[in-house]
C-alpha cells in the first residue's frame, strides 16, 4: 500500500493533431471518495482533462498515475484494465435501445466481446446477480426487464451509471451526465453518484455545467480557464469575486440553477 493518491496528474497538457492546445500545466490530486467537480465556460478543457484521466484522450504532456502507477501512456491489456478501474458515463447514455435495461448493464461486465448475448438466461449467474444488485443501488430494479428506451432520460442515465458499476471501478468519470435532463431529474442521477462517493468510496470526477449543482454536490471543485486550472478549493470558497474570474464577461450569461 501507499499513501499516493488514486489519482494523480502532474503538468498535464493537450494538443489536438491540429494543433490546438486544450490544456496546459495541469495539476490534480483525486482521492477515493472525494467528489471532484470540473466547472468552466464552453471550450475551457472540462471534456478533455476528464477524458485524458482513463486515457479516452492521450495527453501530450506531464504525467498521469493511477493508484500509484503510471498510467500516461500504458497499452493493450493494461489500458483496458485501467478503463475498468475507472469508469465512465456521459451525456449522451450510450444505451443499446433495443435491448432490455438488465442486458444493458450486463454490458458492462464486458471487457472485450465481439457479441452480445440479448436473452438474459444466456449470461453468467454471476454476472445476472450483480447486474440486479447495480440496478437496486440506482434504485431502478423493477425496470430491468424494461426496453431501453422506454425509460426517461434520468432513468436511462441511471442504467448508464449502474453498467459502469458492473466493472467495479474505483473511480468513475463523468462527463455533463446531467446536461440533458432538468433540474429535479439532475438531482436524482447525482444523488445516487453521491451514494456511490460516500458508501462505496468511489472517487468521482464530474464536469457540471451549473454552478449550483457543482456547489452542492462537489467536495472539491476545479475550474478550469483556456486549458489551466484558475482555480481549486471547497465548493464555499467560490466567491463572487472568483465566479467573475472564471466565467469573466460572459458571467451574465451563466445561468445558475
Ligand atoms: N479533437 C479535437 N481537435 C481539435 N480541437 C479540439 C478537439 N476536441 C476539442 N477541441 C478543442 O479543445 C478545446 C477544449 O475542448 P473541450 O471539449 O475539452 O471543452 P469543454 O470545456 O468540455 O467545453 P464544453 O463545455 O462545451 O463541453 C475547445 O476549444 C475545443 O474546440
Ligand atoms: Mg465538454
Same mark, same amino acid.
Given at each position: +500500500?501507499?499513501?499516493?493518491?488514486?489519482?494523480?496528474?502532474?503538468?498535464?497538457?493537450?494538443?489536438?493533431?491540429?494543433?490546438?492546445?486544450?490544456?496546459?500545466?495541469? !495539476?490534480?490530486?483525486?482521492?477515493?471518495? %472525494?467528489?471532484? @467537480?470540473?466547472?468552466?465556460?464552453?471550450?475551457?478543457?472540462?471534456?478533455?482533462?476528464? #477524458?485524458?484521466?482513463?486515457?479516452?484522450?492521450?495527453?501530450?504532456?506531464?504525467?498521469?498515475?493511477?493508484?500509484?502507477?503510471?498510467?500516461?501512456?500504458?497499452?493493450?491489456?493494461?489500458?483496458?484494465?485501467?478503463?475498468?478501474?475507472?469508469?465512465?458515463?456521459?451525456?449522451?447514455?450510450?444505451?443499446?435501445?433495443?435491448?432490455?435495461?438488465? @442486458?444493458?448493464?450486463?454490458?458492462?461486465?464486458? %471487457?472485450?466481446?465481439?457479441?452480445?448475448?440479448?436473452?438474459?438466461?444466456?449470461?453468467?449467474?454471476?454476472?445476472?446477480?450483480?447486474? +440486479?444488485?447495480?440496478?437496486?443501488?440506482?434504485?431502478?430494479?423493477?425496470?430491468?426487464?424494461?426496453?431501453? !428506451?422506454?425509460?426517461?432520460?434520468?432513468?436511462?442515465?441511471?442504467?448508464?451509471?449502474?453498467?459502469?458499476? +458492473?466493472?467495479?471501478?474505483?473511480?468513475?468519470?463523468?462527463?455533463?451526465?446531467?446536461?440533458?435532463?432538468?433540474?429535479?431529474?439532475?438531482?436524482?442521477?447525482?444523488?445516487?453518484?453521491?451514494?456511490?462517493?460516500?458508501?462505496?468510496?468511489?472517487?468521482?470526477?464530474?464536469?457540471?455545467?451549473?454552478?449550483?449543482?457543482? #456547489?452542492?454536490?462537489?467536495?472539491?471543485?476545479?475550474?478550469?480557464?483556456?486549458?489551466?486550472?484558475?482555480?481549486?478549493?471547497?465548493?464555499?470558497?467560490?466567491?463572487?469575486?472568483?465566479?467573475? #474570474?472564471?466565467?469573466?464577461?460572459?458571467?451574465?450569461?451563466?445561468?445558475?440553477?
Amino acid at each position: +500500500m501507499s499513501d499516493a493518491p488514486l489519482i494523480r496528474v502532474r503538468g498535464l497538457g493537450k494538443v489536438y493533431p491540429n494543433g490546438y492546445r486544450a490544456l496546459t500545466g495541469i !495539476d490534480l490530486d483525486v482521492e477515493a471518495g %472525494e467528489f471532484v @467537480v470540473v466547472i468552466g465556460l464552453s471550450g475551457s478543457g472540462k471534456s478533455t482533462l476528464v #477524458r485524458c484521466l482513463n486515457r479516452l484522450i492521450d495527453p501530450t504532456e506531464g504525467t498521469i498515475e493511477f493508484a500509484g502507477r503510471d498510467v500516461t501512456t500504458v497499452r493493450g491489456a493494461e489500458l483496458r484494465a485501467l478503463r475498468r478501474e475507472v469508469a465512465m458515463v456521459f451525456q449522451q447514455f450510450n444505451l443499446v435501445n433495443r435491448a432490455t435495461v438488465l @442486458v444493458n448493464v450486463l454490458t458492462g461486465a464486458l %471487457e472485450r466481446q465481439a457479441t452480445i448475448p440479448s436473452l438474459v438466461g444466456l449470461w453468467r449467474r454471476a454476472d445476472r446477480e450483480a447486474a +440486479m444488485e447495480a440496478l437496486r443501488l440506482v434504485g431502478l430494479e423493477d425496470r430491468a426487464l424494461y426496453r431501453a !428506451d422506454a425509460l426517461s432520460g434520468g432513468e436511462q442515465q441511471r442504467v448508464a451509471i449502474a453498467r459502469a458499476l +458492473m466493472q467495479r471501478p474505483r473511480a468513475l468519470l463523468a462527463d455533463e451526465p446531467v446536461a440533458s435532463l432538468d433540474p429535479a431529474t439532475s438531482h436524482s442521477v447525482l444523488d445516487y453518484l453521491r451514494e456511490l462517493q460516500t458508501k462505496q468510496g468511489t472517487a468521482i470526477v464530474a464536469n457540471l455545467h451549473f454552478l449550483s449543482l457543482a #456547489r452542492e454536490y462537489g467536495t472539491r471543485v476545479i475550474a478550469l480557464k483556456d486549458g489551466r486550472k484558475m482555480f481549486e478549493g471547497a465548493p464555499t470558497d467560490i466567491t463572487d469575486e472568483v465566479f467573475q #474570474r472564471i466565467y469573466g464577461d460572459e458571467a451574465k450569461q451563466v445561468e445558475i440553477r
